[in-house]
């Protein structure tokens, strides 16, 4: 089936470490997303790719880092430069030519 | 700037009642798109439905409405004889025209609880 894969669901770190989370999908899309979430805050955007090798930053992007070597992933790092990197993070992806975004099960990282 | 407006963070209504969900949004582009998801409380957020600022019409898919006024900037979403698993967060989203920079802007939310 296709769709967008985020793992692992739950993600624990200690603080200062840089940690990785990682997003794929099998649905062909050129554009990818990562969003943060925050209770009572909706969706806020990190980074955005629209093709490979190519990401562009979003409304957060400080203390965060992504690539796009491959169409199919958008590899999402949270660095010990981000101050409060416990939240929700969902990976989304869209076809150029339409709005409609897919999202991933989404990764739930917290930080002690 | 593109903003969206969810102002009912909270509903809880009981089961069979019907239930409208507020959108309104802000924009200076003349043509938009403007989107529903879904997230029940697993966290993937589904898509309901989109809608191009050309089409006016209101839109009904099963037990799901949505009301879309330009002339108010508001694309309401109304759930008919609320069931249990109806559940979940809500999200009204805002995107501009087609091609190029593809940003999504989201409101905040609306819980919805349905009490059986």
């Known amino acids: 089936d296709g769709g967008i894969t985020q793992s692992p669901k739950y993600l624990f770190r200690k603080e200062g470490q840089n940690v990785t989370l990682s997003c794929e999908q099998n649905l062909n899309h050129d554009a990818m997303y990562w969003y943060r979430q925050d209770p009572g805050q909706g969706l806020r955007l990190i980074y955005y790719s629209q093709i490979v090798n190519d990401f562009q930053k979003g409304d957060i992007a400080e203390g965060y880092s992504v690539s796009r070597e491959k169409k199919e992933s958008f590899p999402l790092t949270v660095t010990s430069a981000q101050k409060n990197p416990t939240a929700f993070y969902l990976c989304?992806?869209?076809?150029?030519?339409?709005?409609?975004?897919?999202f991933g099960p989404g990764t739930r990282l917290t930080v002690t | 700037a593109q903003k969206v407006t969810q102002a009912q963070t909270e509903i809880s209504v009981v089961e069979k009642e019907d239930v409208t969900l507020d959108c309104v949004y802000e924009?200076?582009?003349?043509?938009?798109?403007l989107f529903w998801y879904k997230q029940p409380p697993s966290g993937e957020l589904v898509f309901l439905i989109r809608?191009?600022?050309?089409?006016?019409q209101n839109e009904i898919s099963g037990r799901y409405s949505w009301n879309f006024q330009k002339s108010t900037s508001s694309f309401n979403f109304t759930i008919t004889a609320s069931q249990v698993v109806d559940s979940a967060v809500y999200f009204c989203?805002?995107?501009?025209?087609?091609?190029?920079?593809?940003?999504?802007?989201f409101g905040i939310g609306t819980k919805l609880q349905v009490i059986p």
């Open positions: 924009t200076r582009d003349t043509t938009y798109y």
């Open positions: 809608r191009n600022s050309f089409d006016e």
């Open positions: 989304a992806s869209s076809a150029q030519d339409r709005g409609k975004q897919y």
């Open positions: 989203a805002l995107r501009p025209p087609e091609g190029g920079y593809q940003k999504v802007t």
